[in-house]
């Protein structure tokens, strides 16, 4: 029983979506089903507030490495919280916008959160310098192919790559370096990103038939199907 | 206004040396390197990551600027934006987080500029949680201090975050009020005027998607592009891009990627639009910075395999 209620619940589920898709009447079905979806996804917010303090709580009390972190982490959370829900300095009432300008939780969003996320993305730009530096190397005929493109793309995605061969007539225009750029995105990569998408269609729509009719059952913590 | 002369052409001067003076000392230490590699000496990575530092902060803090022509893929949604009527009812989402935002805020910025100088009525809505502050960002920056006379409700709206990523564009692709019954600052749907006429995104005259995570411009495309037979485009970070390549032309009639695609915009706006001649244009000036650590970084490729053929000369010969 534990098994049968949450498989005929799927199938179920699973068999109308795919219906309201088909039947113009049964649209509606699918919508209602998928505020229900919507309506259960705010409550993963709640989930993951809870596994957030749950895990840091233990850090803490644990004393665990690093377990200082934990409490800037624990501060936070609760004053980002309490700005949000009591709308602290708000210049509206309690019904404006919890980003309106001038309320102190877009004030510690633009003036932290958001530098300290660019921060972090920035980083990467060391590392694949660095990375490009020690893997673009040509060691095989493969590798000489990828270097080539890299440095063409690269190129071609500054100024310079059109200052290079500016002087390359309109009829040839192939060979400026941005159409080459250009050309090499909507040839060889297109070719490649479109290959990689219809397998992942062609596995989702495998995946979600072997859910629908029981066959793939580990979301249920069953291994052995 | 001799006094202000003198005092800015010192500044311009010393603009002018530090940019000459930084250009020259990466152009040296690249040769001092690439001298070094003929020997076969590997480069540690503290010696990458300072002439990255260097390639970054010196166009930053003496800018430079490069002239940009729109390519197709950029022009094409320039075009569609600019052969709406004024009216059209446009949406923008903003699915992106700060970590995105030095990349795709420029193109939101000049999306909303470009809208709302032509007089379409533009819809905010987001994917992302962080979306709705991306939002204030522009509202700051744009339409407070460029469109003074916009009014909320009337020329623009911002629908703001609803949780369920593709649910949600499930839902509206045939009913906006079921997913937002109120606006962000909760003005009940149908006293919005902006919706006048609108039910659903199948009303809608163009949708563009900016960010490059999930959700995003791979969901609109699935779940209202295909469905809705509503002109797609979008703005993503460089890396997404060549992602989405399948999609254009047919379901993404335009795409933006990176830097280099805002900075596209950028100057088909300003030379379209001369008014936002002084206006911010933060992918413009980004390029100065992107185009040197390109140039870096492919210096090191240069380098990197000079080291890497000395070296196994070396040791063939031994």
């Keep these: ?225 | 206004m001799t006094v202000h002369n003198s005092l800015i052409l010192p500044l311009v001067t010393f603009h002018d040396v530090g940019m000459v003076v930084s250009l020259l000392a990466i152009a040296a230490g690249l040769i001092w390197l690439f001298i070094r590699s003929l020997k076969g000496m590997e480069v540690d990575r503290r010696i990458i990551f300072l002439f990255i530092f260097a390639a970054v902060a010196a166009p930053l803090l003496f800018p430079f600027t490069f002239s940009e022509k729109a390519t197709p893929v950029v022009k094409a949604l320039f075009n569609k934006v600019e052969s709406l009527p004024p009216g059209s009812h446009v949406l923008l989402s903003y699915d992106f987080d700060p970590a995105m935002a030095p990349e795709v805020q420029p193109m939101a910025n000049a999306f909303t500029r470009h809208c709302l100088e032509k007089g379409h009525k533009v819809i905010y809505m987001c994917l992302f949680a962080t979306g709705q502050g991306q939002f204030e960002e522009t509202m700051r920056d744009v339409i407070a201090p460029e469109f003074p006379d916009k009014v909320d409700g009337v020329d623009y709206v911002n629908l703001g975050y609803k949780a369920g990523n593709e649910g949600v564009l499930n839902v509206i692709v045939t009913d906006f009020e079921k997913m937002f019954p109120t606006d962000v600052n909760t003005v009940p749907y149908d006293s919005i005027e902006v919706f006048k006429g609108i039910k659903s995104c199948k009303d809608l005259d163009l949708i563009i998607s900016i960010g490059g995570g999930r959700p995003g411009i791979k969901e609109w495309v699935l779940f209202v592009g295909d469905q809705a037979d509503v002109p797609i485009a979008t703005g993503v970070a460089a890396v997404v891009a060549p992602q989405l390549y399948p999609y254009y032309p047919k379901q993404l009639l335009g795409l933006l990627g990176g830097i280099k695609g805002a900075a596209e915009y950028e100057s088909e706006l300003v030379r379209n639009y001369p008014r936002f001649k002084d206006s911010p244009t933060p992918g413009l000036k980004m390029m100065g910075p992107q185009t040197l650590a390109h140039m870096v970084i492919m210096s090191f490729i240069v380098i990197g395999n000079i080291i890497f053929f000395t070296q196994r000369r070396r040791e063939r010969k031994s």
């Design chain 1, 1 to 225: 029983m534990k098994r049968q209620v949450p498989l005929f619940i799927t199938f179920f589920v699973g068999t109308l979506l795919i219906l309201s898709v088909f039947i113009p009447p049964m649209e509606n079905l699918g919508e209602n089903f998928t505020l229900f979806f919507d309506i259960i996804a705010v409550f993963a917010f709640f989930l993951g507030g809870g596994n957030l303090l749950r895990v840091h709580f233990k850090k803490l009390s644990k004393k665990k490495r690093d377990w200082q972190y934990s409490i800037v982490t624990i501060c936070g959370f609760f004053f980002m919280l309490a700005a949000g829900l009591f709308k602290i300095g708000n210049p509206g009432d309690i019904a404006s916008s919890v980003t309106a300008e001038g309320s102190l939780f877009q004030t510690i969003y633009t003036n932290m959160f958001v530098p300290l996320g660019s921060t972090m993305y920035a980083l990467l730009g060391f590392f694949v310098a660095s990375a490009s530096y020690r893997a673009f190397r040509a060691k095989n005929r493969e590798a000489t192919i990828l270097l080539i493109a890299a440095f063409i793309i690269l190129l071609g995605r500054t100024p310079f790559g059109t200052m290079l061969t500016v002087w390359i007539p309109d009829s040839m225009s192939i060979a400026q370096i941005p159409n080459l750029a250009i050309w090499i995105m909507n040839s060889f990569n297109l070719a490649g990103q479109r290959a990689i998408l219809i397998g992942i269609g062609l596995g989702v729509v495998s995946m979600s038939l072997r859910l629908i009719l029981g066959v793939e059952r580990t979301y249920l913590g069953d291994d052995s199907a």
